[in-house]
């Protein structure tokens, strides 16, 4: 049950798009299209983003998208807002009734 | 609407034990397998293990880093899950957060998360 791999932080400014990469195995993201994805404001709950690789839950913003290429799963930001800075962590059901997380990227609105 | 109420953290030896309660409601909780994640200060969330509902036979799976000195348990009559801990180390300090599956389409991802109830294992 090794972590997924995301990169440590990115930035961006306000208007541009960002993607955040999270990469896995053979044996998690790249056999399950169960990715999922959560924000994270400082001293807040975790907040679900994207589900099953692109998947959006009610009242998500659309800016947000999900996409996944073998063994790696992105998470993409358009139109980047000051709000959109948070922490953000991928997770994948990892079979067997297991799962695993991302170490987390740190979002920078520059 | 979903509630979800952590509690029993607090400051614990190394090598003690703690239990810690979640009390659910606003969905059916009787159906509905209940995960555990915690988050260390200043780090990552880890997934530490989960329960399944009567009809799976309670059947639990745990996290490498915890098998072996943890426990789930559920109370379909009180709506409430339990991570039982022992052998506790100071690498187990963290936020816990219990997360129930409320429905068949959010099975493998989590959907509600409580405040957490903070664990500290220091001497």
């Known amino acids: 049950q090794s972590a997924l791999t995301q990169p440590a932080s990115v930035s961006g400014s306000p208007g541009q798009s960002i993607t955040i990469s999270c990469t896995g195995t053979?044996?998690?993201?790249?056999?399950?299209?169960?990715v999922s994805w959560y924000q994270q404001h400082p001293g807040k709950a975790p907040k679900v983003m994207i589900f099953e690789v692109y998947k959006r839950p009610s009242g998500v913003s659309n800016r947000f998208s999900g996409s996944k290429s073998g063994n790696t799963a992105s998470l993409t930001i358009s139109g980047l807002q000051a709000e959109d800075e948070a922490d953000y962590y991928c997770?994948?059901?990892?079979?067997?009734?297991?799962?695993?997380f991302g170490g987390g990227t740190k979002l920078t609105v520059l | 609407e979903v509630q979800l109420v952590e509690s029993g953290g607090g400051l614990v030896q190394p090598g003690g034990s703690l239990i810690l309660s979640c009390a659910a409601s606003g969905f059916t909780f009787s159906g509905s397998a209940v995960h555990w994640v915690r988050q260390a200060s200043g780090k990552g969330l880890e997934w530490v293990g989960h329960i399944g509902s009567k009809t799976k036979s309670y059947a639990t799976v745990y996290g490498e880093s915890v098998k072996g000195r943890f426990t789930i348990s559920r109370d379909d009559s009180k709506n409430t899950a339990y991570l039982q801990m022992n052998s506790l180390k100071t690498e187990d300090t963290a936020v816990y957060y219990c997360?129930?599956?409320?429905?068949?389409?959010?099975?493998?991802?989590?959907?509600?998360w409580g405040q957490g109830t903070l664990v500290t294992v220091s001497s």
């Open positions: 997360l129930p599956v409320t429905s068949p389409g959010t099975k493998y991802y989590f959907d509600y």
């Open positions: 053979s044996s998690d993201v790249g056999i399950y299209n169960l």
């Open positions: 997770c994948s059901y990892a079979g067997r009734f297991t799962w695993v």
